[in-house]
């Protein structure tokens, strides 16, 4: 009697944790290989992104939600450019090994290294859209989901640096062009930031003057 | 023995004096009678719900910079919640009256030093009244505030209820200056510069 209850405590918990792990309105990806191959191959033929943006960061113990916008350029290799225009104009550029935040009054200039939250989250960025980000298995545990739409790449951090400040990110591929139209970065709170990219360009000229502050 | 009087009231002078930072030395003072015991005062009007400031933080020669939502919950306490411009929280923290609370700290920031940095200079904007406060008026626009024991003081310049800056002392040193400026009667800016430390806290105030 005692054994039945036991197993059938196991079954209920491997049923909830399954549960947990399936994102809502996402199914576990059957041909994950092949479409990671595809992302890949993709993905590395973008040289450039230019979009807008929009930032939409959720507090839940406050019950608040503050939604930013602004534009997006990346350029091989590792140049981003993020440019917040509202509610305040704000830039962080990442140029390499360099990095500026540059505010209405003032630009301050770091190393990436110096500043190893923005660096990890620039690395992820970076890989996400050079497509490299799939070869990260020792810094991430990544699964593959989708729906009709969308493939969601859930990316649970595995370092215990990273899991301090994020339970885990997800990124939403437009399964036509394959292209990022969204990333979430999930707080061990709860508490979370989507940034929806939208009107993108690809592989145009963007200027290597742009990934420094104006 | 009247060298023994003398030297005992020279060194109560001393020991009085020696208490109030040199800039109010010179100015006239009057205790304020418990019946018209001014408290001291919270900086956000009773009206406030929330609002959202540009925030900066230097200490030590390194710099955060980001968003605070700073929010008044249905059980009157304030939250503080700093993230960086992507959205990634560094603190979350809780006051209510004196009682303050770490709800969260980035764990490569949580360090005693900055937890009770922070505690002390924010709890000031929040506490309507500290435990043994004795409040003292120097001249129209100066009041001063014991806290805790002799040794702390706060001086409020501009308005009892509405100070522009408040200076925080121990043992006559001064040690955090603090400026507020209001734009209808909303403390639109707060900035804490720590006078013997590296450090400052800015808060701007952002229209959304």
């Not at chain 1, 969308?150 to 640096?161: A, E, G, N």
């Not at chain 2, 208490?19 to 009206?47: G, M, N, W």
Request: with cysteine; proline share 3%; net charge positive.
């Amino acid at each position: 009697m005692r054994n039945n209850k036991f197993l059938i405590t196991i079954c209920l918990l491997t049923i909830v944790s399954f549960c947990n792990a399936q994102p809502v309105g996402f199914k576990a990806l059957q041909n994950a290989s092949e479409v990671k191959a595809s992302i890949e191959k993709t993905v590395s033929a973008v040289s450039s992104i230019e979009s807008d943006f929009i930032q939409n960061q959720y507090m839940t113990a406050l019950a608040e939600q503050m939604t930013m916008k602004g534009h997006f350029w990346f350029k091989k290799e590792n140049k981003l450019r993020w440019q917040y225009t509202q509610p305040m104009q704000y830039q962080i550029i990442m140029n390499g090994s360099k990095m500026w935040m540059k505010d209405e009054q003032r630009v301050n200039e770091f190393n990436i290294s110096s500043n190893r939250m923005f660096g990890e989250i620039n690395d992820i960025m970076t890989s996400c859209l050079q497509g490299s980000i799939f070869k990260k298995t020792d810094k991430f545990k990544i699964s593959f989901y989708e729906n009709s739409k969308q493939f969601m790449v859930l990316l649970v951090p595995l370092k215990k640096d990273m899991k301090g400040f994020l339970k885990n990110i997800e990124l939403y591929i437009n399964k036509k062009d394959y292209s990022v139209e969204k990333l979430k970065m999930v707080e061990p709170s709860g508490d979370y930031t989507s940034i929806a990219f939208q009107n993108k360009k690809t592989n145009h000229e963007i200027p290597d003057s742009r990934f420094r502050p104006d | 023995m009247k060298f023994r009087i003398a030297g005992f009231a020279l060194i109560s002078i001393f020991l009085i004096t020696s208490c109030i930072p040199a800039a109010y030395r010179h100015l006239s003072r009057e205790t304020i009678p418990k019946t018209q015991r001014t408290e001291f005062p919270v900086i956000f009007p009773d009206t406030f719900t929330k609002a959202v400031y540009r925030t900066s933080l230097s200490f030590f020669g390194n710099s955060l910079s980001g968003i605070s939502f700073i929010k008044k919950m249905p059980d009157s306490s304030y939250r503080v919640v700093f993230t960086n411009e992507m959205g990634i929280k560094f603190f979350d923290l809780a006051f209510c009256g004196k009682n303050f609370k770490v709800m969260y700290c980035m764990p490569k920031l949580n360090r005693k030093i900055v937890i009770k940095l922070l505690r002390n200079d924010l709890q000031m904007l929040f506490t309507d009244k500290f435990e043994g406060e004795k409040a003292e008026k120097y001249a129209d626009s100066v009041y001063r505030f014991r806290y805790k024991s002799n040794k702390n003081y706060y001086h409020l310049i501009g308005d009892e209820h509405q100070p522009t800056k408040i200076i925080f002392a121990r043992n006559a040193k001064v040690k955090v200056k603090t400026t507020i400026l209001y734009h209808d009667n909303f403390p639109e800016m707060f900035i804490f510069e720590h006078q013997q430390m590296k450090i400052s806290i800015k808060f701007q105030k952002m229209e959304l």
